[in-house]
Every structure is written in C-alpha cells, then in structure tokens.
C-alpha cells in the first residue's frame, strides 16, 4: 500500500509500498507527482530494476533527453548516464566523479531537464552522500524587499565563468570550449510551468553576473542569495544505500555530490534526465 512519508519539514517524500518494476495504479501515479511537485524531491528505498524499467519509469514523467558525453552512457542504453569508479578492462565505465557543487541540472541549456532521476546499484558504505536545498521554500522565505528587488531579473550562467570555481584543479577553458559553450541568460526567479510556485534558480558557488546590474552589486547579491538558499532549513542530505533511487524537480530545487573513497569503495549509479521547457 502507498505511504507516503515526509523527509524533512520543507523538502523531501519517501515514498513507500511500490515497487517501481511493477505497474503502478494511475491513483497512486497521482498521489506520487503530487507529492513531487509538492516536495521537490522523491526517495524510493530497496529498487532492483533494470536499466530498461528505470528509463520506462522515468519516461511516465516526460520524455528523456541526453545532454551529456556519450562515453559515459550505459551500452546499448544511451540514455542513461553512468556515475562510477569502477573500471573494467582498465577503462572507466561511467563518470567517476559528480559535481561536488551546488547546482541545477542543464543550467546552462536554453531547455534545462525538468527532473533527474538517480538509482544507485552500488554504493559505497559511508560518504558520497547528496545534498538538496529546496530553492521554493528559500524563494518564500526571502524578504519582501529582496523578492521584489530580484522578480524579474535573469542571470548570466557562463560555463567558461564557472570552470575554475568548480574545477580549480583543471586548466583554462580553450578556445574550442569557449566557442562550444555559450552563455546562457536564465531567470534569477523562476516560475514552475505546473504549480505556479517561484523559486530562486542561481545554484552554484559561482558569483553569477545578473544581466543590467554593475558587477560590484551582482558580486555581492548573487553570493548573498545562495548562501540563503542552502541553510539547514531548507536541506536534505541523502545518505545513500544500494537500491535507493531519488528523483528531484531540478525547477525548484538545487543539489550537489560529495566526496568518498574512491580508491577502496565501488560506486555504481544510473542517471536518467526528463526534458524540460525554456525557463521563465
């Protein structure tokens, strides 16, 4: 039977009683995506599906895009991103490390993802932990002055900006990249095209330029707004274990990895994206 199941006052639903390789009841579907869009973020514990259910299941919420490098995609499965460190036949089978920074799916994509659905096969027995913030319940909790200072405004994700705050230990961006990654203008408060409900939409650790404002202002506020957007009140930190699987609305929420053994533990996790609209 569905239960449904807080995970924190503000963001967060496990959901329990379904086995996500069986058919699911359209009055339970329902019940589900609310809860969704409600919470932002889904936890379903002890799955064991195979890639073609995972990417069904994640199909009953939209159709799937793939936006990232094909070497990393699972065989005979290109739309399902492997996140792993193992190696067989001395190459990596998937992406060893996740972005260890706050961040919102295809930020930086005119269409970002919608969702993103993560199912961990295998997890390493303590660390690698993900942590969610729901932008939503920050957006409401601003102060009038500051909502009102920010409606409306966009600002500038730049992934050439963002590489040596997320990856100082890379080089600078070449001229290759810089030509195939343009910025993109998206807006500082968006406005989710189901519920209605505002949320900030600036993750990262990156002091983003909002468009029309002096850098020195946008230097200050951008930095002050997500700082507000990740206090305890406002988190969830999964601690994952084999078999979990979390699907998170990537419009009103942010999230990031953190660190593990990569040397001494296996992590094997399969990622399905949902395509998204043009944010406004």
């Not at 700082?227 to 929420?253: E, K, T």
Request: charged share 25%; net charge neutral.
């Amino acid at each position: 039977m569905l239960d449904l199941r807080p995970l924190t006052d503000t963001i967060g639903t496990e959901v329990c009683g379904i086995d996500l390789t069986e058919p699911i009841a359209a009055a339970d579907f329902d019940r589900i995506v609310r809860a969704w869009l409600d919470t932002t973020l889904l936890l379903f514990r002890s799955q064991s599906m195979t890639p073609a259910q995972q990417i069904a299941f994640s199909r009953r919420f939209g159709e799937l895009m793939v936006y990232t490098r094909s070497e990393n995609a699972l065989k005979d499965y290109p739309e399902i991103l492997v996140l792993s460190n193992v190696k067989q036949d001395g190459k990596p089978i998937g992406a060893a490390v996740s972005s260890r920074y706050w961040h919102s799916d295809g930020h930086f994509l005119k269409c970002p993802p919608s969702a993103t659905f993560l199912y961990g096969i295998e997890v390493p027995p303590r660390d690698g932990d993900t942590w969610f913030a729901n932008t939503q319940a920050a957006y409401d909790a601003l102060p009038a002055s500051t909502r009102r200072r920010i409606d409306g405004r966009k600002v500038i994700i730049s992934r050439v900006k963002s590489l040596p705050y997320n990856y100082p230990e890379r080089p600078p961006a070449t001229d290759e990249q810089r030509a195939a990654w343009p910025d993109m203008a998206q807006p500082l408060v968006r406005t989710h095209p189901i519920t209605g409900r505002k949320a900030l939409y600036m993750g990262g650790n990156v002091p983003w330029n909002v468009e029309g404002m002096p850098e020195a202002e946008s230097d200050i506020l951008i930095p002050e707004l997500q700082a507000f957007a990740i206090q305890p009140q406002f988190l969830y930190v999964h601690r994952w274990r084999a078999g979990d699987a979390l699907l998170w609305d990537n419009r009103s929420s942010i999230h990031r990895a953190t660190a593990y053994d990569q040397v001494n533990h296996r992590r094997r996790v399969h990622r399905t994206s949902i395509a998204g609209d043009e944010a406004y």
